[in-house]
């Protein structure tokens, strides 16, 4: 077991982000976990689900799966039930990414789902096994969150890991665990839409700095104690636009 956890908040296609978060990365005493959502929204969709599978496959990262790589692999399964929520919810710029700009007025769902399949059998196969959580000394790390009223929070059922928000964020943390989340992002949890700090309340920690829409991507060390540094880029390609 590694001396330290450095996690990485949502990065949604900000390739150029992801790998300046990259550089702390010690390999040799840092347990690294992608928080899930590596892709939609931003640009570069595909070069960030290679880099995450690189660093699963070559130096033991836990990657873990979010809402929005559910998404996807919803819509290669039913294609044309999933095509405009997926679209909706950021899809075109991973389908973009993984094809090229303009496939999605250019072919129909299913064969955009067949072209995909394809082209990246492996890369799918590969986030069709990404774990719903991680577990580490007194933390737990999952996308979401868990289903606090439950008496074991192990019972949280699949979809509650990467898709729950306010039942968990508002819910008594009697887990016995410091739980690290992303998927909502912190100047929602804060509740003024602009604090992109990370989020601490009940054992809770939020680390979803809204990077895509403007805000800060964070990547935290941890120690068996508490955070030991929290690392964060401010996504200055444009202002402030919480679109979803």
């Not at 996690?7 to 390999?27: C, W």
């Not at 005493?29 to 699963?56: A, I, P």
């Not at 996807?72 to 700009?101: A, C, M, R, V």
């Not at 964070?218 to 955070?227: D, E, L, M, P």
Request: hydrophobic residues 35%; proline residues 3%.
């Amino acid at each position: 077991m590694k001396e330290y956890v450095y996690a990485i908040g949502d990065i949604h296609g900000e390739y150029e982000l992801f790998k300046k978060l990259l550089t702390y990365f010690d390999s040799e005493h840092h347990q690294l976990v992608l928080m899930g959502d590596l892709n939609d929204r931003g640009k570069r969709s595909k070069e960030c689900f290679l880099l995450g599978k690189n660093l699963v496959e070559n130096f033991g990262a836990i990657y873990l799966r979010g809402n929005h790589e559910e998404y996807l692999l919803q819509f290669l399964t039913q294609p044309e039930d999933w095509f405009p929520s997926y679209l909706h919810n950021g899809g075109k710029e991973t389908i973009e990414s993984l094809l090229h700009k303009g496939a999605c007025d250019e072919y129909s769902p299913t064969e955009i789902a067949m072209m995909i399949r394809s082209r990246y059998y492996d890369l799918v196969e590969f986030l069709t096994q990404r774990p719903l959580y991680y577990e580490w000394e007194d933390y737990l790390f999952v996308h979401a969150g868990v289903d606090l009223t439950k008496k074991d929070w192990h019972e949280t059922a699949s979809a509650d890991f990467i898709w729950i928000r306010e039942p968990f964020h508002k819910g008594k943390n009697k887990t016995g665990k410091k739980i690290v989340f992303g998927h909502t992002i912190t100047p929602m949890l804060h509740g003024d839409m602009k604090t992109t700090d990370l989020w601490l309340s009940d054992n809770k920690i939020g680390i979803d700095g809204g990077g895509v829409f403007g805000g800060s991507i964070h990547g935290v060390v941890f120690s068996k104690t508490g955070i030991v540094q929290d690392i964060a880029y401010q996504n200055l390609q444009g202002p402030w636009q919480p679109d979803f």
